[in-house]
């Protein structure tokens, strides 16, 4: 978890950044409400592709998530961010920067928008942001979207995003529905895409 021999958590970077619609920040204390409203209105998408959404869990259950995430963010192990619509304020999704190697600064995206702001662009929108941040501030030389290859809605948001199909990992993980499920894993490298 070292980049050039200089512990993670001495790194320091924003906590919030904006696109055009969005305020994409670090999880907050206090932040399990709007976070369990949006989940309990979207899990019935979310169930067949996020293993944490096969029940809804309660406020406290998230609040106690929330803060989890936010410690996770301190110690730059996890970076989970949280998408908060500018015009009204309400959370309209999650994504972030996980499976950190600090090493080689490399980050994978993952996202999930609420059920009733799909389909507006805000995950393109947010991941575009993403990339931006991680490059300027991380300085990533290697940013990945995975995704189960049936979800064609979030291998859309990667094509979109101008991330590169790198390959198809063939019944690389199980998938909630416990069948062996292929992984699609998209990229952008340094000095190739930007």
Request: a positive charge; one cysteine or more; charged letters at 30%.
């Amino acid at each position: 978890m070292e980049t050039s021999g200089v512990d993670p958590i001495l790194r320091s970077f924003p906590e919030s950044f904006e696109s055009g619609r969005l305020l994409i920040r670090a999880p907050l204390w206090g932040d399990g409400a709007a976070v369990n409203e949006a989940v309990k209105e979207s899990i019935e998408q979310l169930r067949p592709w996020m293993p944490w959404a096969q029940t809804v869990p309660t406020v406290e259950q998230t609040e106690a998530n929330v803060r989890h995430a936010r410690l996770q963010f301190l110690e730059r192990r996890d970076l989970r961010l949280h998408l908060i619509l500018k015009e009204t304020g309400q959370l309209v999704g999650c994504s972030g920067l996980h499976r950190i190697d600090w090493r080689a600064r490399r980050f994978e995206i993952g996202y999930w928008v609420r059920t009733s702001f799909r389909g507006q662009g805000l995950i393109t929108e947010a991941v575009e942001a993403i990339v931006k941040f991680a490059v300027q501030e991380l300085e990533a030389n290697r940013i990945e979207i995975r995704c189960d290859a049936r979800n064609t809605r979030s291998a859309r948001v990667a094509e979109r995003s101008g991330f590169t199909l790198e390959g198809i990992l063939r019944r690389d993980e199980r998938a909630v529905d416990g069948t062996l499920r292929d992984t699609m894993v998209f990229s952008k490298v340094r000095g190739a895409e930007y």
